[in-house]
């Protein structure tokens, strides 16, 4: 079983910035993809960020320029530096794993086997 650990959220001023961590363990599926999803009250889980297995980075329209994603995989982690944020982008973020997590068209989509974080608070004040 996949286990992915999230780490780095917490309380900003509008502007400021976060870098959030995900840790993962268990089998390592080599073809598999990353990604950052996030939930706000009352809403839909989205995703936002996603990693192909070969490093390929997308990103939906809303966060294009402001937020990356990174991975290293010799520790296995995946990071989000997030810019600029904005009271909008309050929410509980998730890390996912899964056979495929990309963003095409200004959206992000996932396959159906996908692993998940318990999740990161993310808290933008203005």
């Known amino acids: 079983q996949v286990q992915l650990v999230e780490s780095g959220g917490g309380s900003v001023q509008a502007g400021g910035s976060l870098r959030l961590s995900c840790t993962a363990s268990?089998?390592?599926?080599?073809?598999?993809?990353m990604g950052w999803f996030r939930q706000a009250p009352g809403k839909d889980r989205e995703g936002f960020a996603a990693?192909?297995?070969?490093?390929?980075?997308s990103y939906a329209d809303s966060v294009k320029g402001r937020f990356t994603i990174t991975k290293d995989n010799a520790k296995n982690k995946l990071s989000l530096q997030m810019d600029g944020l904005e009271p909008e982008h309050t929410a509980m973020y998730y890390c996912?794993?899964?056979?495929?997590?990309?963003?095409?068209?200004?959206?992000?989509?996932?396959?159906?086997?996908?692993?998940w974080g318990e999740g990161t608070q993310v808290t933008v004040s203005s």
């Open positions: 996912a794993e899964g056979r495929r997590i990309y963003c095409a068209g200004g959206f992000c989509y996932r396959s159906e086997e996908t692993y």
């Open positions: 990693i192909d297995s070969d490093g390929t980075v």
């Open positions: 268990g089998p390592m599926y080599s073809t598999y993809s």
